[in-house]
Protein backbone atom coordinates (compact mmCIF):
# COMPACT_ATOMS: atom_id res chain seq x y z
CA UNK A 1 0.00 0.00 0.00
CA UNK A 2 1.55 3.75 -0.58
CA UNK A 3 0.02 5.00 2.38
CA UNK A 4 -0.82 3.40 5.40
CA UNK A 5 -3.15 5.30 7.74
CA UNK A 6 -2.00 4.51 11.27
CA UNK A 7 -2.13 7.82 13.66
CA UNK A 8 0.30 8.27 16.01
CA UNK A 9 -1.61 6.98 18.65
CA UNK A 10 -1.62 3.97 16.86
CA UNK A 11 2.23 4.11 16.47
CA UNK A 12 2.14 4.67 20.19
CA UNK A 13 0.09 1.42 21.11
CA UNK A 14 2.09 -0.72 18.79
CA UNK A 15 5.28 0.20 20.55
CA UNK A 16 4.08 -0.17 24.00
CA UNK A 17 3.02 -3.63 23.23
CA UNK A 18 6.49 -5.00 21.70
CA UNK A 19 8.37 -2.73 24.66
CA UNK A 20 9.68 -0.30 22.48
CA UNK A 21 10.23 4.08 23.23
CA UNK A 22 10.37 4.75 19.69
CA UNK A 23 11.28 3.37 16.32
CA UNK A 24 14.80 3.77 16.73
CA UNK A 25 14.77 1.88 19.46
CA UNK A 26 12.82 -0.77 17.87
CA UNK A 27 15.45 -0.71 14.78
CA UNK A 28 18.39 -0.86 17.57
CA UNK A 29 16.77 -4.18 19.45
CA UNK A 30 15.88 -6.04 16.38
CA UNK A 31 19.60 -5.06 15.68
CA UNK A 32 20.95 -6.22 18.79
CA UNK A 33 18.53 -9.37 20.25
CA UNK A 34 17.11 -10.68 16.92
CA UNK A 35 18.24 -12.86 13.53
CA UNK A 36 18.78 -10.04 11.42
CA UNK A 37 21.74 -9.06 11.06
CA UNK A 38 21.33 -7.15 7.71
CA UNK A 39 19.79 -4.48 10.13
CA UNK A 40 23.02 -3.44 10.55
CA UNK A 41 23.49 -2.18 6.96
CA UNK A 42 20.17 -0.65 6.33
CA UNK A 43 20.34 2.55 4.25
CA UNK A 44 19.08 5.80 5.54
CA UNK A 45 15.18 6.52 5.64
CA UNK A 46 14.27 8.18 2.37
CA UNK A 47 10.85 9.80 1.44
CA UNK A 48 8.03 7.52 -0.68
CA UNK A 49 9.73 9.69 -3.94
CA UNK A 50 12.88 8.42 -3.52
CA UNK A 51 12.29 4.89 -2.86
CA UNK A 52 9.84 4.75 -5.90
CA UNK A 53 13.35 6.04 -7.99
CA UNK A 54 15.71 3.46 -6.98
CA UNK A 55 13.22 0.76 -6.94
CA UNK A 56 12.37 2.07 -10.64
CA UNK A 57 16.25 2.01 -11.10
CA UNK A 58 16.64 -1.43 -10.67
CA UNK A 59 13.92 -2.60 -12.18
CA UNK A 60 14.96 -1.35 -15.70
CA UNK A 61 17.81 -3.34 -15.23
CA UNK A 62 15.63 -6.47 -16.13
CA UNK A 63 15.55 -7.42 -19.81
CA UNK A 64 11.87 -7.41 -20.74
CA UNK A 65 11.74 -7.20 -24.22
CA UNK A 66 13.15 -10.55 -25.17
CA UNK A 67 11.32 -13.08 -27.70
CA UNK A 68 10.44 -15.99 -25.39
CA UNK A 69 11.28 -19.53 -26.78
CA UNK A 70 10.64 -20.55 -23.42
CA UNK A 71 7.94 -23.01 -21.98
CA UNK A 72 8.29 -25.97 -19.16
CA UNK A 73 5.07 -25.70 -18.16
CA UNK A 74 4.40 -22.22 -18.30
CA UNK A 75 3.78 -20.58 -22.23
CA UNK A 76 3.47 -17.60 -23.47
CA UNK A 77 0.01 -17.10 -25.16
CA UNK A 78 -1.86 -14.69 -26.80
CA UNK A 79 -4.86 -13.34 -23.64
CA UNK A 80 -7.52 -11.00 -25.52
CA UNK A 81 -8.21 -8.09 -24.27
CA UNK A 82 -11.74 -8.71 -23.29
CA UNK A 83 -10.18 -11.64 -20.30
CA UNK A 84 -9.28 -8.82 -18.14
CA UNK A 85 -12.19 -6.74 -18.76
CA UNK A 86 -14.44 -9.30 -17.04
CA UNK A 87 -11.57 -10.57 -14.34
CA UNK A 88 -11.39 -6.67 -13.39
CA UNK A 89 -15.21 -5.83 -12.34
CA UNK A 90 -15.55 -5.46 -9.12
CA UNK A 91 -18.48 -7.96 -7.80
CA UNK A 92 -15.89 -11.01 -9.38
CA UNK A 93 -12.47 -9.22 -8.40
CA UNK A 94 -13.20 -8.51 -4.35
CA UNK A 95 -15.21 -11.58 -4.38
CA UNK A 96 -14.39 -13.89 -1.70
CA UNK A 97 -15.23 -17.37 -1.08
CA UNK A 98 -19.39 -17.50 -1.76
CA UNK A 99 -20.30 -18.98 1.88
CA UNK A 100 -24.06 -17.48 1.22
CA UNK A 101 -25.24 -18.77 -1.60
CA UNK A 102 -28.17 -16.58 -1.76
CA UNK A 103 -26.01 -13.57 -1.91
CA UNK A 104 -23.57 -15.41 -4.26
CA UNK A 105 -25.01 -16.88 -7.41
CA UNK A 106 -22.86 -15.10 -9.84
CA UNK A 107 -19.63 -16.00 -8.40
CA UNK A 108 -21.08 -19.52 -8.42
CA UNK A 109 -22.10 -20.00 -11.45
CA UNK A 110 -18.82 -18.23 -12.82
CA UNK A 111 -17.39 -21.40 -10.69
CA UNK A 112 -19.90 -24.03 -11.98
CA UNK A 113 -19.41 -23.21 -15.67
CA UNK A 114 -14.85 -23.11 -15.45
CA UNK A 115 -15.69 -26.75 -13.66
CA UNK A 116 -17.91 -27.45 -17.39
CA UNK A 117 -15.53 -26.12 -19.06
CA UNK A 118 -12.42 -28.20 -17.99
CA UNK A 119 -14.91 -31.74 -17.84
CA UNK A 120 -15.21 -30.95 -21.39
CA UNK A 121 -11.80 -29.99 -22.13
CA UNK A 122 -10.03 -32.89 -19.95
CA UNK A 123 -12.86 -35.52 -20.84
CA UNK A 124 -13.28 -36.06 -17.08
CA UNK A 125 -16.55 -36.49 -14.89
CA UNK A 126 -15.90 -33.61 -12.40
CA UNK A 127 -13.44 -31.02 -11.97
CA UNK A 128 -12.90 -28.50 -8.40
CA UNK A 129 -12.09 -25.30 -9.47
CA UNK A 130 -9.68 -24.76 -7.64
CA UNK A 131 -5.67 -25.13 -6.57
CA UNK A 132 -2.97 -22.63 -6.34
CA UNK A 133 -0.83 -24.17 -9.32
CA UNK A 134 0.03 -27.07 -10.96
CA UNK A 135 2.62 -28.32 -8.57
CA UNK A 136 0.34 -28.07 -6.12
CA UNK A 137 -2.34 -29.39 -7.75
CA UNK A 138 -0.20 -32.74 -8.79
CA UNK A 139 0.23 -33.24 -5.08
CA UNK A 140 -3.06 -32.82 -4.19
CA UNK A 141 -4.07 -35.51 -6.79
CA UNK A 142 -1.16 -38.18 -5.20
CA UNK A 143 -2.82 -37.24 -1.79
CA UNK A 144 -6.30 -38.12 -3.42
CA UNK A 145 -4.86 -41.14 -4.89
CA UNK A 146 -3.49 -42.59 -1.59
CA UNK A 147 -6.68 -41.59 -0.24
CA UNK A 148 -8.96 -43.80 -2.43
CA UNK A 149 -6.30 -47.21 -2.57
CA UNK A 150 -5.31 -46.71 1.32
CA UNK A 151 -2.08 -47.63 0.15
CA UNK A 152 1.10 -45.16 0.61
CA UNK A 153 3.37 -45.41 -2.18
CA UNK A 154 3.83 -43.47 -5.25
CA UNK A 155 5.56 -43.89 -8.54
CA UNK A 156 6.56 -41.06 -10.53
CA UNK A 157 8.11 -40.67 -14.35
CA UNK A 158 11.43 -38.60 -14.55
CA UNK A 159 9.52 -37.21 -17.81
CA UNK A 160 7.08 -35.51 -15.25
CA UNK A 161 8.25 -31.67 -15.00
CA UNK A 162 11.25 -31.83 -12.64
CA UNK A 163 9.96 -28.65 -10.77
CA UNK A 164 6.66 -30.96 -10.51
CA UNK A 165 8.68 -33.21 -8.73
CA UNK A 166 10.83 -31.52 -5.98
CA UNK A 167 7.48 -29.55 -5.00
CA UNK A 168 6.30 -33.40 -4.33
CA UNK A 169 9.39 -34.08 -2.46
CA UNK A 170 9.30 -30.97 0.03
CA UNK A 171 5.74 -31.41 0.33
CA UNK A 172 5.81 -35.37 1.62
CA UNK A 173 9.27 -34.67 3.71
CA UNK A 174 7.25 -35.29 7.19
CA UNK A 175 4.49 -37.21 5.19
CA UNK A 176 4.43 -41.09 5.61
CA UNK A 177 4.53 -41.43 1.27
CA UNK A 178 7.39 -43.55 -0.30
CA UNK A 179 8.08 -41.58 -3.83
CA UNK A 180 9.88 -43.92 -6.18
CA UNK A 181 11.07 -42.12 -9.64
CA UNK A 182 11.53 -44.09 -12.70
CA UNK A 183 14.23 -42.82 -14.93
CA UNK A 184 12.96 -41.73 -18.34
CA UNK A 185 14.57 -43.30 -22.20
CA UNK A 186 15.22 -40.61 -24.25
CA UNK A 187 12.44 -38.11 -24.66
CA UNK A 188 10.45 -40.16 -24.11
CA UNK A 189 8.95 -42.12 -20.54
CA UNK A 190 9.85 -45.77 -19.87
CA UNK A 191 6.74 -47.52 -19.41
CA UNK A 192 8.52 -51.09 -19.14
CA UNK A 193 10.44 -49.57 -16.17
CA UNK A 194 6.91 -47.92 -14.82
CA UNK A 195 4.99 -51.30 -15.05
CA UNK A 196 8.05 -53.04 -13.33
CA UNK A 197 7.85 -49.98 -10.46
CA UNK A 198 4.03 -50.86 -9.89
CA UNK A 199 3.52 -53.50 -7.23
CA UNK A 200 0.42 -54.55 -5.18
CA UNK A 201 1.59 -51.64 -2.36
CA UNK A 202 1.38 -48.78 -4.96
CA UNK A 203 -0.93 -45.96 -4.22
CA UNK A 204 -0.93 -44.47 -7.86
CA UNK A 205 1.50 -44.10 -11.16
CA UNK A 206 2.15 -40.16 -12.08
CA UNK A 207 3.11 -39.26 -15.66
CA UNK A 208 3.03 -36.08 -17.61
CA UNK A 209 0.95 -35.69 -21.17
CA UNK A 210 2.59 -34.52 -23.43
CA UNK A 211 5.41 -35.18 -21.01
CA UNK A 212 8.02 -32.47 -20.09
CA UNK A 213 10.02 -32.93 -23.17
CA UNK A 214 7.03 -32.26 -25.38
CA UNK A 215 6.79 -35.77 -26.47
CA UNK A 216 2.86 -36.92 -26.98
CA UNK A 217 2.61 -40.53 -26.09
CA UNK A 218 -0.53 -43.03 -25.77
CA UNK A 219 -1.10 -43.86 -21.90
CA UNK A 220 -4.01 -45.82 -22.98
CA UNK A 221 -2.75 -49.63 -22.49
CA UNK A 222 -0.92 -48.53 -19.63
CA UNK A 223 -3.41 -47.07 -17.84
CA UNK A 224 -5.65 -50.48 -18.53
CA UNK A 225 -2.56 -52.59 -16.95
CA UNK A 226 -1.70 -50.38 -13.91
CA UNK A 227 -5.60 -50.68 -13.35
CA UNK A 228 -5.37 -54.26 -12.95
CA UNK A 229 -3.08 -54.16 -10.76
CA UNK A 230 -5.19 -51.60 -8.10
CA UNK A 231 -2.65 -48.17 -8.35
CA UNK A 232 -4.77 -45.01 -9.34
CA UNK A 233 -3.80 -43.57 -12.82
CA UNK A 234 -2.52 -39.52 -12.78
CA UNK A 235 -2.07 -37.21 -15.49
CA UNK A 236 -0.32 -33.72 -15.23
CA UNK A 237 -1.29 -31.99 -18.90
CA UNK A 238 -0.83 -28.91 -20.61
CA UNK A 239 -4.35 -27.75 -21.40
CA UNK A 240 -4.07 -25.90 -24.64
CA UNK A 241 -2.71 -29.06 -26.69
CA UNK A 242 -5.74 -30.70 -25.27
CA UNK A 243 -7.68 -29.40 -27.51
CA UNK A 244 -6.29 -31.40 -30.48
CA UNK A 245 -5.13 -34.62 -28.77
CA UNK A 246 -6.62 -37.67 -27.05
CA UNK A 247 -8.21 -36.28 -23.70
CA UNK A 248 -7.02 -37.85 -20.84
CA UNK A 249 -10.52 -39.08 -20.29
CA UNK A 250 -10.54 -40.93 -23.20
CA UNK A 251 -7.09 -42.85 -22.07
CA UNK A 252 -8.44 -43.89 -18.88
CA UNK A 253 -7.08 -41.31 -16.56
CA UNK A 254 -8.72 -41.36 -13.03
CA UNK A 255 -6.75 -37.78 -11.88
CA UNK A 256 -5.82 -35.24 -14.59
CA UNK A 257 -4.51 -32.16 -13.28
CA UNK A 258 -2.60 -28.81 -14.83
CA UNK A 259 -0.78 -25.69 -14.38
CA UNK A 260 -3.49 -23.61 -15.74
CA UNK A 261 -1.40 -20.37 -16.25
CA UNK A 262 -1.93 -20.78 -20.24
CA UNK A 263 -5.58 -20.13 -20.01
CA UNK A 264 -5.74 -16.86 -20.12
CA UNK A 265 -3.09 -15.92 -17.43
CA UNK A 266 0.08 -13.70 -17.52
CA UNK A 267 3.28 -15.20 -16.99
CA UNK A 268 4.80 -13.83 -13.57
CA UNK A 269 6.97 -15.09 -11.15
CA UNK A 270 5.66 -17.24 -8.54
CA UNK A 271 1.89 -15.99 -9.79
CA UNK A 272 -1.03 -16.24 -9.13
CA UNK A 273 -1.17 -19.31 -11.09
CA UNK A 274 -3.98 -21.60 -11.49
CA UNK A 275 -4.18 -25.45 -10.80
CA UNK A 276 -6.66 -27.33 -12.35
CA UNK A 277 -7.78 -30.96 -11.07
CA UNK A 278 -10.80 -33.15 -12.86
CA UNK A 279 -11.22 -36.27 -12.09
CA UNK A 280 -13.37 -39.78 -12.68
CA UNK A 281 -16.43 -40.57 -10.70
CA UNK A 282 -14.45 -42.96 -8.59
CA UNK A 283 -12.20 -40.45 -6.90
CA UNK A 284 -15.39 -37.82 -7.29
CA UNK A 285 -15.72 -37.88 -2.92
CA UNK A 286 -12.38 -37.66 -2.15
CA UNK A 287 -11.86 -34.58 -4.20
CA UNK A 288 -10.09 -31.53 -2.40
CA UNK A 289 -11.29 -27.80 -2.91
CA UNK A 290 -14.13 -26.07 -3.61
CA UNK A 291 -17.14 -27.68 -5.74
CA UNK A 292 -19.71 -25.98 -6.89
CA UNK A 293 -22.75 -27.77 -7.93
CA UNK A 294 -26.49 -27.09 -9.81
CA UNK A 295 -29.64 -27.40 -8.16
CA UNK A 296 -33.21 -26.02 -7.65
CA UNK A 297 -34.82 -24.12 -5.50
CA UNK A 298 -38.51 -24.79 -3.84
CA UNK A 299 -39.78 -22.50 -6.50
CA UNK A 300 -38.09 -24.76 -9.11
CA UNK A 301 -35.63 -22.31 -10.35
CA UNK A 302 -32.23 -23.33 -10.93
CA UNK A 303 -29.53 -22.08 -8.25
CA UNK A 304 -25.73 -23.17 -7.78
CA UNK A 305 -24.08 -24.01 -4.36
CA UNK A 306 -20.70 -25.32 -3.02
CA UNK A 307 -21.27 -29.20 -2.60
CA UNK A 308 -18.96 -32.17 -1.58
CA UNK A 309 -17.95 -29.43 0.87
CA UNK A 310 -14.60 -31.42 2.47
CA UNK A 311 -12.46 -28.94 2.97
CA UNK A 312 -10.88 -28.11 6.61
CA UNK A 313 -13.19 -25.24 7.04
CA UNK A 314 -16.15 -27.15 7.26
CA UNK A 315 -15.44 -30.45 8.68
CA UNK A 316 -12.68 -32.21 11.29
CA UNK A 317 -9.54 -31.24 10.05
CA UNK A 318 -7.95 -34.64 10.11
CA UNK A 319 -11.07 -35.93 8.46
CA UNK A 320 -10.65 -33.15 5.25
CA UNK A 321 -9.88 -33.92 1.98
CA UNK A 322 -6.74 -31.26 1.98
CA UNK A 323 -6.05 -28.10 4.09
CA UNK A 324 -5.72 -25.68 0.95
CA UNK A 325 -8.48 -23.20 2.05
CA UNK A 326 -7.53 -19.73 -0.09
CA UNK A 327 -9.62 -18.98 -2.97
CA UNK A 328 -8.45 -19.72 -6.39
CA UNK A 329 -11.39 -18.23 -8.50
CA UNK A 330 -10.60 -15.10 -10.06
CA UNK A 331 -8.10 -16.98 -11.18
CA UNK A 332 -10.55 -20.07 -12.75
CA UNK A 333 -12.94 -17.44 -13.47
CA UNK A 334 -9.91 -15.75 -15.64
CA UNK A 335 -9.54 -19.09 -17.21
CA UNK A 336 -13.11 -19.57 -18.24
CA UNK A 337 -13.33 -15.93 -19.56
CA UNK A 338 -10.54 -17.04 -22.11
CA UNK A 339 -12.01 -20.50 -22.87
CA UNK A 340 -15.32 -18.64 -23.89
CA UNK A 341 -13.79 -15.63 -25.70
CA UNK A 342 -11.63 -18.05 -27.85
CA UNK A 343 -14.07 -20.50 -28.00
CA UNK A 344 -13.79 -24.47 -28.85
CA UNK A 345 -12.64 -23.62 -33.01
CA UNK A 346 -10.35 -20.89 -31.87
CA UNK A 347 -8.59 -23.12 -29.11
CA UNK A 348 -8.47 -25.81 -32.01
CA UNK A 349 -6.84 -22.85 -33.99
CA UNK A 350 -4.45 -21.79 -31.22
CA UNK A 351 -3.29 -25.51 -30.69
CA UNK A 352 -2.50 -26.41 -34.47
CA UNK A 353 -0.69 -23.12 -34.79
CA UNK A 354 1.68 -24.00 -31.71
CA UNK A 355 2.24 -27.40 -32.88
CA UNK A 356 3.17 -25.91 -36.82
CA UNK A 357 5.17 -23.26 -36.10
CA UNK A 358 6.91 -25.77 -33.48
CA UNK A 359 7.87 -28.37 -36.12
CA UNK A 360 8.83 -25.11 -38.25
CA UNK A 361 11.28 -23.92 -35.67
CA UNK A 362 13.03 -26.96 -35.42
CA UNK A 363 13.72 -27.63 -39.02
CA UNK A 364 15.38 -24.14 -38.93
CA UNK A 365 17.74 -25.07 -35.61
CA UNK A 366 18.53 -28.52 -36.97
CA UNK A 367 19.93 -26.96 -40.04
CA UNK A 368 22.55 -24.69 -37.96
CA UNK A 369 25.85 -26.78 -37.92
CA UNK A 370 26.37 -28.48 -34.94
CA UNK A 371 22.77 -28.37 -33.99
CA UNK A 372 20.86 -31.51 -33.49
CA UNK A 373 17.49 -32.69 -33.16
CA UNK A 374 16.96 -35.38 -29.55
CA UNK A 375 14.56 -38.21 -30.13
CA UNK A 376 11.82 -38.52 -33.14
CA UNK A 377 8.90 -39.43 -31.06
CA UNK A 378 5.60 -36.55 -32.07
CA UNK A 379 5.74 -33.68 -30.28
CA UNK A 380 3.32 -30.92 -29.38
CA UNK A 381 5.01 -27.31 -29.41
CA UNK A 382 7.80 -28.40 -27.47
CA UNK A 383 11.00 -30.43 -28.81
CA UNK A 384 14.60 -30.75 -27.40
CA UNK A 385 17.88 -30.28 -29.73
CA UNK A 386 21.66 -30.80 -28.74
CA UNK A 387 24.68 -28.51 -28.77
CA UNK A 388 28.41 -29.76 -29.09
CA UNK A 389 28.72 -27.32 -26.07
CA UNK A 390 26.73 -26.32 -22.74
CA UNK A 391 23.73 -25.31 -23.53
CA UNK A 392 23.41 -22.19 -20.34
CA UNK A 393 26.19 -20.95 -21.70
CA UNK A 394 24.54 -20.68 -25.12
CA UNK A 395 21.66 -19.40 -23.70
CA UNK A 396 23.04 -16.33 -22.10
CA UNK A 397 24.49 -15.17 -25.29
CA UNK A 398 21.19 -15.66 -27.49
CA UNK A 399 19.75 -13.18 -24.20
CA UNK A 400 22.50 -10.53 -25.22
CA UNK A 401 20.88 -11.20 -28.54
CA UNK A 402 17.45 -10.41 -27.73
CA UNK A 403 16.13 -14.09 -27.29
CA UNK A 404 15.42 -15.94 -24.45
CA UNK A 405 15.83 -19.29 -26.51
CA UNK A 406 14.35 -21.91 -24.25
CA UNK A 407 15.46 -23.76 -21.05
CA UNK A 408 18.52 -25.75 -20.57
CA UNK A 409 17.72 -29.36 -19.02
CA UNK A 410 20.96 -29.66 -17.17
CA UNK A 411 19.53 -27.43 -14.48
CA UNK A 412 17.82 -30.13 -13.96
CA UNK A 413 19.09 -33.50 -15.90
CA UNK A 414 23.02 -33.99 -15.23
CA UNK A 415 23.34 -35.84 -18.56
CA UNK A 416 21.83 -33.74 -20.24
CA UNK A 417 23.79 -29.80 -20.27
CA UNK A 418 24.05 -29.63 -23.85
CA UNK A 419 20.38 -30.12 -24.60
CA UNK A 420 17.97 -27.25 -24.61
CA UNK A 421 14.32 -27.32 -24.91
CA UNK A 422 12.50 -25.02 -26.92
CA UNK A 423 9.20 -23.78 -27.09
CA UNK A 424 6.79 -22.11 -29.77
CA UNK A 425 3.55 -20.63 -29.12
CA UNK A 426 0.78 -18.87 -31.21
CA UNK A 427 3.10 -15.59 -30.63
CA UNK A 428 6.10 -16.24 -32.43
CA UNK A 429 6.08 -14.74 -35.63
CA UNK A 430 8.60 -16.47 -38.73
CA UNK A 431 10.91 -13.50 -38.56
CA UNK A 432 11.24 -13.92 -35.00
CA UNK A 433 11.74 -17.60 -35.18
CA UNK A 434 14.46 -16.69 -38.50
CA UNK A 435 15.95 -14.35 -35.80
CA UNK A 436 16.62 -16.90 -33.04
CA UNK A 437 18.22 -19.34 -35.68
CA UNK A 438 20.59 -16.77 -37.63
CA UNK A 439 21.31 -15.60 -33.25
CA UNK A 440 22.02 -19.34 -32.63
CA UNK A 441 24.11 -19.90 -35.82
CA UNK A 442 26.29 -16.36 -34.72
CA UNK A 443 26.71 -17.48 -31.65
CA UNK A 444 27.85 -21.26 -32.19
CA UNK A 445 30.38 -20.17 -34.97
CA UNK A 446 31.52 -16.59 -34.82
Not at 67 to 93: K, L, M, Q
Request: glycine share 8%.
Amino acid sequence: MPYIANTENDAREMLDVIGCRDFDDLWTKAEVKGPYPQFKYMPRARSEFEVMKQAKKLASKNKIDLVNFVGAGYYDHVIPSAVSEVTARSEFYTAYTPYQPEASQGTLQAIYEYQTAICRLTGMAVSNASLYDGGTAIFEAMMLGCRVTKKRRVVISEAVSPIFRKMLHCYCRNLNVELVEVPCAGVESSIVSLLDAVNDKTACVIVQYPNFFGTVEDWTLFIEAIHKRGAVAICSTYPVSLAILKTPGEMGFDIVTAEGQSLGIPLSFGGPYLGVMAVNEKCMRKIPGRVCGQTVDKEGKIGYVLTLQAREQHIRREEAMSNICSNESLCALTALAYLTFVGKEGLKHVANLCSAKAVYLRNLLTDIKGVEAVGNSPFFNEFIIKFPCDAGAIVQKLINKGYVSGFPLGRYYETRRNQLLVSVTEKRTKEEMKGLANAMEAVLWN
